[in-house]
């Protein structure tokens, strides 16, 4: 990456200003050029400022995650560690009361089995509605979209009650009563989430992009739709099933609010995000600070990891969803 | 030589099924959990239930709910109000910052690294995002006051102090959001051809006639959009509220009240206070008011401007 203070481009605006500027006096052509490369230094000046203040909190937590516990707790705070204590994230993953490495387990299951479903179903929706013709199709793409406005509230208890309810899961009878049902498995945390509107919404409008023509000429060559599918179209969609695989993981990896209130009765289905919040209740924050922040940072290193590996597909699903 | 009809009607009614059968596995979802979810929760908003009884034993009590909201509960049109100044700042505030980051970044180099930067916070977990703020927000011990310092401004108490807590977690909203919003921004800049911008120069446009001129209007839907999205998004805004302000160390000694926003009143109200009709009601209140809310901005928006783009 080049640096933000590309200073060196100054010169060459210099050259570009002279011709047409014959007739002025020199002493104004040399105001004006001086606000130019004052212009231009203003402009990288305050790119650098926001960029840093972007990044500070980041350093912050980086540092402070590998200070002592007094380093942490500092009057005037601390910038840097005076030497690093990388033994912090060791011992927060060895810590008995926190199962660091349990509620990774369980975030990893959970976001992969997701991510691998949402794909599943967004594809074969996507296609139905980009590229088969039948009554009720622009009726469900309308009501997919719909969708999206409905707050989350509305479906938090319901779901919640029909999953306590389901029949014949966890203890209970066939009218779903007398035990807890779907909520003590990886299944309250899966199953809410295996369809994903905006999914179908991304995968039909890059299937459109599919001329029909490659379509017709698989039909007539004798392939099925399953095989037109599989064989044709979803090789074809490979960087929208990218950009959808990385924002269903990732947002899956990171959401707080369903497996808060599912795991509070399941506590061995803790996923990451629930158990960090615990530990900052459960821990004395006063004693462990440092070590919550190690903690910290390896919840935040599986998104921010996946995003950096594959953020050309990721920025790409931002600016898509923008553009209809 | 063409089909006969009922040629033709079978090959309709295989291409129906097969659609169908490709939507199945989103057609039952929808059914299970967005119809059928909806149809309880409108249900449950006209009864008392508390969800430890069978839902169909609560009671029917008509309109109560929703009364008992909009004219008895002070807390309701408090959170009502919170949220209105939380979605509004995170939205527009946030939309503007991200508008002018975009513009100065079409300008230097090294954007793409900039940008980059941006976007971090917004794969961060919330409660990672709530941990990190939580500790720069300490009064005595964080970074936030010793920088105020360092530029000659008063410390404040931030999360602890009622007056400025609820503008504290907007703030946070905003960095943690705003790289997003710049990225759409910059694909929505980059979409505005160069000859609009040369025809102002040549008509004597300076720099702030053709931003209000070209790059407002062309940039249209993009606001439209973001707009929309952002504000049906915050004003379900749950995660750094209920982290910062009720649920974690980080906490501030902050009364709830002035801090609290629909979102948290209504998780209070089905799982502390187990009042699910209470919350529901609150529930189909929040969609009215987004519904509302978006229609406001599109019709707002839609009026004038670039219609081709729709």
Same mark, same amino acid.
């Given at each position: ?25 020199? &002493?104004?052509?040399? /105001? ?41 707790? &500092? ?49 074969? &929706?996507?296609?139905?509605? =980009? ?44 009218? /779903?009563? @007398?035990?807890? @049902? ?40 004798? =392939?099925?739709?399953? /095989? ?51 530990? /900052? ?12 922040? =190690? ?13 950096? &590996? ?15 | 030589? #063409? ?67 909009? !004219? ?27 508008? $002018? ?15 980059? %930067? ?8 919330? %409660? ?13 011990? $964080? ?24 503008? #504290? ?14 990225? %759409? ?60 302000? %009720? ?5 501030? !000694? ?22 699910? $009709? ?25 009026? $004038? ?6």
């Amino acid at each position: 990456m080049s640096e933000p203070l590309a200073l060196p481009r100054v010169p060459a605006m210099r050259k570009e200003l002279e011709p047409g500027e014959g007739g002025k006096s020199a &002493a104004r052509q040399r /105001g004006r050029r001086r606000r130019r490369v004052l212009g231009k230094l203003l402009l990288h000046a305050s790119v650098l400022l926001i960029g840093l203040a972007m990044f500070l909190p980041f350093f912050w937590i980086l540092s402070a995650s590998v200070m002592t516990y007094e380093e942490v707790t &500092a009057i005037p705070p601390r910038w840097v560690p005076s030497t690093p204590q990388w033994g912090n994230y060791g011992a927060v993953l060895r810590d008995p009361n926190v199962p660091l490495l349990k509620y990774f387990k369980n975030s990893f299951i959970v976001s992969t089995a997701v991510t691998l479903a949402v794909l599943l179903t967004s594809s074969l &929706a996507g296609y139905a509605l =980009a590229k088969l013709k039948f009554p009720g199709r622009d009726a469900i793409f309308t009501f997919t979209l719909s969708t999206m406005m409905f707050p989350v509230f509305l479906f938090l208890i319901p779901v919640y009650y029909i999953l306590k309810r389901f029949p014949l899961l966890g203890g209970n009878d066939v009218l /779903g009563m @007398g035990g807890t @049902g779907a909520l003590q498995s990886y299944a309250a945390l899966i199953v809410p989430f295996v369809v994903s509107a905006w999914g179908v919404f991304l995968m039909r409008q890059f299937m459109m992009t599919i001329p029909d023509e490659l379509i017709d000429a698989a039909r007539i060559d004798g =392939a099925s739709d399953l /095989g037109i599918f599989s064989m044709v179209v979803m090789p074809l969609v490979k960087p929208a099933l990218a950009t959808l695989a990385i924002f269903t993981f990732i947002g899956q990896w990171n959401y707080f609010l369903w497996p808060m209130i599912v795991t509070t009765s399941a506590p061995h289905l803790m996923t990451v995000p629930v158990g960090l919040r615990l530990m /900052g209740t459960a821990y004395s924050t006063a004693v462990n600070m440092n070590k919550l922040l =190690a903690a910290t940072v390896m919840a935040i290193a599986p998104s921010v990891c996946v995003f950096l &590996a594959l953020q050309r597909y990721y920025v790409k699903g931002f600016v898509l969803s923008g553009f209809k | 030589m #063409s089909p006969g009809p009922t040629h033709a009607r079978r090959r309709s009614v295989k291409r129906t099924l097969t659609g169908y059968l490709f939507l199945s596995p989103a057609l039952v979802f929808y059914l299970v959990f967005l119809v059928v979810p909806i149809a309880m929760s409108l249900y449950i908003s006209f009864r008392d239930w508390n969800m430890l009884v069978p839902m169909t034993g609560s009671r029917f009590v008509g309109l109560k709910n929703y009364t008992y909201l909009l !004219t008895r509960d002070e807390l309701f049109v408090i959170a009502v109000k919170n949220t209105i100044i939380y979605a509004t700042g995170t939205v527009f505030v946030g939309m503007a910052l991200a508008l $002018g980051i975009a513009i100065l970044l079409l300008r230097v180099r090294g954007a793409t690294f900039w940008r980059f %930067v941006m976007f971090a916070p917004v794969v961060t977990p919330s %409660v990672a995002v709530a941990r990190i703020w939580g500790g720069l927000y300490r009064p005595a011990e $964080g970074l936030a006051n010793a920088i105020l310092r360092m530029v000659h401004l008063p410390p404040q108490q931030w999360l602890a102090d009622p007056n400025i807590c609820l503008y #504290s977690i907007i703030l946070i909203a905003v960095w943690a959001g705003i790289g997003a919003t710049v990225i %759409v921004f910059t694909a929505g800049l980059k979409g505005i051809p160069e000859v609009y911008y040369d025809a102002a120069k040549l008509d004597g446009a300076g720099p702030w006639g053709e931003f209000r001129h070209i790059t407002v209007p062309m940039l249209r839907p993009t606001i439209l959009f973001l707009s929309v999205t952002g504000l049906i998004g915050a004003w379900q805004a749950f995660d750094l509220i209920f982290m910062l302000a %009720v649920g974690g160390t980080e906490a501030g !000694t902050s009364p709830v009240r002035s801090v609290i926003v629909l979102a948290l009143y209504l998780y209070q109200m089905a799982f502390k206070n187990l009042r699910m $009709g209470r919350a529901c009601a609150g529930a189909f209140l929040l969609f009215l008011i987004v519904l509302g809310i978006s229609f406001l901005v599109l019709r707002v928006l839609r009026k $004038g401007g670039v219609e081709s783009y729709e």
